[in-house]
């Protein structure tokens, strides 16, 4: 059974940093697409972040060099490093598979001072 | 970036009664690898999306044969054909053909 299991969320300052895990199990994160998916307070999805099979990394513009993905195929498991946050960062984010054919049950990250 | 517009955005339906979502896309969906991915989510009160459809027409393992998805070019539908109150949600349509990945507003489904 495929599941996803985020972690690392949080209340941090404007400017502040944080790291996600997606915890990975039912699948190989090296053979999969992986993304991070976003959802602000009462809106709707966004993707800000793509890993591929190859491991080519894709960012939405809105977090663009502030954020990184990466993932750590011995533990099986998808990192978001994300940096100078910002309070327009608040939302739940999802780490999801493939064409998000499965997706975790998310972790909050709010940004506030 | 592809502007993803679904309509309605709201959509009161009677149990029993079928409902559609139109989602149009402002560019052309079809990969150069000749799949268009455009899939369809579900998301109940309190928890994460689900997947429905993928690329277009195929439904996700475990998804009722009342949904189904349709659809080419910029222009795709998802039809429930008789609603249920457990379809009680907001429904995305999204595109993975280009990047960024992008997603409608959301369809919210209520019963009447």
């Known amino acids: 059974e495929v599941q996803l299991v985020e972690s690392g969320g949080g209340l941090v300052q404007p400017g502040e940093s944080l790291r996600l895990s997606c915890a990975a199990s039912?699948?190989?994160?090296?053979?999969?697409?992986l993304s991070w998916v976003r959802q602000a307070p009462g809106r709707g999805l966004e993707c800000v972040s793509v890993?591929?099979?190859?491991?080519?990394?894709y960012y939405a513009d809105s977090v663009k060099g502030r954020f990184t993905i990466s993932r750590d195929n011995s533990k099986n498991t998808l990192h978001l490093q994300m940096n100078s946050l910002r309070s327009d960062d608040t939302a739940v984010y999802y780490c999801a598979r493939g064409g998000a054919s499965h997706w975790g049950q998310g972790t909050l990250v709010t940004v506030s001072s | 970036d592809v502007v993803m517009t679904q309509s309605p955005l709201s959509l009161p339906v009677t149990l029993g009664q079928p409902a559609s979502i139109s989602c149009r896309s402002s560019?052309?969906?079809?990969?150069?690898?000749?799949?268009?991915?455009l899939h369809w989510f579900q998301q109940r009160p309190g928890q994460s999306p689900r997947r429905l459809i993928y690329?277009?027409?195929n439904r996700d393992s475990g998804v009722p044969d009342r949904f189904s998805g349709s659809g080419s070019g910029t222009d795709f539908t998802l039809k429930i054909s008789r609603v249920e109150a457990e379809d009680v949600g907001v429904y995305y349509c999204m595109q993975g053909t280009h990047w960024p990945w992008t997603f409608g507003r959301g369809t919210k489904v209520e019963i009447k």
């Open positions: 039912g699948f190989t994160v090296s053979n999969n697409y």
């Open positions: 560019q052309g969906l079809e990969s150069s690898d000749g799949n268009t991915y």
């Open positions: 690329r277009v027409s």
């Open positions: 890993i591929d099979i190859s491991g080519g990394v």
